[in-house]
């Protein structure tokens, strides 16, 4: 069964970086779209990123960027998230989720805390 | 940018029928998804493509979408339904995707 698992979340102070990982399995990776979404507290969804099946074609929300850079491995299966210049309102649950027609998000995975505290 | 308007709550007894609205300019234009999400859980999607339902979703969840407003219709709601739904599109002008704000369905 399709299954993502993001790592890397944890604890950082404003100004800083943290990379987060999306590990993907159960589906073929390299044909599908994967985005990033975020869940600040108390707040609702916001799209963050998805890149392209093949990695070529980025798109970022405008609050992020400049600041995040998605990329991806398809020998590892694996997205990744890199999270630069890191503000207070960048504190959210970041999930992965797979693309299904360059439109929607199919599968999501349980999602990496990333909290931006000094 | 193109911006989805949720209620931010509706409330429906037990058996009834829950109707979400999500508003958008010339929506009936878009394709629009549906998303549930219940409290430490991953969003589940639950309708999408307007009124197309996901494999193991029942037929409790349907959808619609014209004009300016699409709808999530929920019928024969139970206690397990209550959760937040959200509403979403691709806006393909921007190559953005948008997210309403989210609606807390509550079973009274």
């Known amino acids: 069964q399709v299954q993502l698992v993001e790592s890397g979340g944890g604890v950082v102070q404003p100004g800083r970086s943290l990379s987060l990982s999306c590990a993907a399995s159960?589906?073929?990776?390299?044909?599908?779209?994967i985005h990033w979404v975020r869940q600040a507290p108390g707040k609702g969804l916001q799209w963050v990123a998805l890149?392209?099946?093949?990695?070529?074609?980025?798109y970022y929300a405008d609050s992020v960027r400049g600041r995040f850079t998605i990329s991806r491995d398809n020998s590892k299966n694996t997205v990744y998230l890199q999270l630069n210049s890191l503000r207070d309102e960048d504190t959210a649950v970041y999930y992965c989720?797979?693309?299904?027609?360059?439109?929607?998000?199919?599968?999501w995975g349980q999602g990496a805390l990333v909290t931006v505290s000094s | 940018s193109y911006v989805l308007t949720q209620p931010p709550s509706v409330s429906v007894a037990p058996g009834q029928t829950a109707r979400i609205t999500c508003g958008g300019n010339?929506?009936?234009?878009?394709?629009v998804h549906w998303y549930q999400r219940k409290p430490g859980q991953a969003p589940v999607l639950v309708v999408y493509?307007?009124?197309d339902r996901p494999s193991g979703i029942p037929d409790q969840f349907s959808g619609s979408n014209s004009g300016n407003t699409a709808t999530l219709t929920i019928s024969r709601v139970e206690a397990g339904d209550e959760a937040d739904y959200y509403c979403?599109?691709?806006?393909?002008?921007?190559?953005?995707?948008?997210f309403g704000g989210g609606t807390k369905l509550t079973v009274l």
């Open positions: 493509d307007d009124s």
């Open positions: 979403q599109v691709w806006d393909s002008s921007s190559d953005h995707m948008v």
């Open positions: 159960g589906f073929t990776f390299g044909s599908n779209g």
């Open positions: 989720a797979k693309d299904l027609m360059s439109s929607l998000c199919d599968y």
């Open positions: 010339i929506i009936g234009s878009k394709r």
């Open positions: 890149i392209s099946y093949d990695g070529r074609h980025q």
